[in-house]
């Protein structure tokens, strides 16, 4: 069955036709921190409070975009998936997967942490457009448990 489906992305509108397999959420868990939310234009992603170990997964196919740690968003992963966006998971506890690597859809690319700057267990979930403009995950992904 064919599903229609209204998407704002980047600030775009557009029927997308929902053929195939749809995509997971990387991590589900009580919303913490909205997109841009307490007035912060750079905070240009989603917190999703988890208990550590909580596995982060492919929401589809894809490659790794990169696999690293850094001060401000400890152990993070980036995946390009094969429909153009580009999702991140910052402040893991344990990383899974290697730059260039393919990934499946709902395969496990890392363990939520407290890892970075970082006010408590949660997985920071970003959503890079075809365009390179950061969007809503929550207008691609349902993050709510």
């Given amino acids: 069955m064919m ?21 997971v959420a990387p991590v589900r868990g009580q919303i913490t921190s909205r997109f841009r939310e307490r007035g912060r234009p750079d905070h240009t992603g989603t917190d999703v409070a988890v208990p550590i170990g909580t596995p982060g997964v492919s929401p589809g196919a894809g490659s790794v ?3 690293n740690y850094n ?3 400890g ?19 344990d990383r899974d997967v290697r730059p260039g690597e393919r990934v499946t859809k709902g395969q496990r690319v890392g363990l939520s942490g407290n890892t970075g700057n970082s006010t408590g ?11 390179g403009e950061r969007i809503d995950p929550e207008t691609v992904f349902n993050l709510s448990a």
């Avoid at 229609?4 to 600030?11: D, N, S, T």
Wanted: hydrophobic share 45%; glycine share 14%.
């Fill in 75 to 93: 152990h993070q992963v980036g995946i390009n998936l094969d429909n153009g966006l580009t999702v991140g998971l910052a402040h893991l506890n």
């Fill in 121 to 131: 267990p949660h997985v920071h979930v970003t959503v890079t457009n075809s365009q």
């Fill in 65 to 67: 975009a990169f696999s």
């Fill in 71 to 73: 001060d401000r968003g």
């Fill in 3 to 23: 599903r229609r489906e209204w998407w704002i992305l980047g600030g775009l509108v557009g029927l997308a036709l929902a053929i195939g397999p749809r995509m």
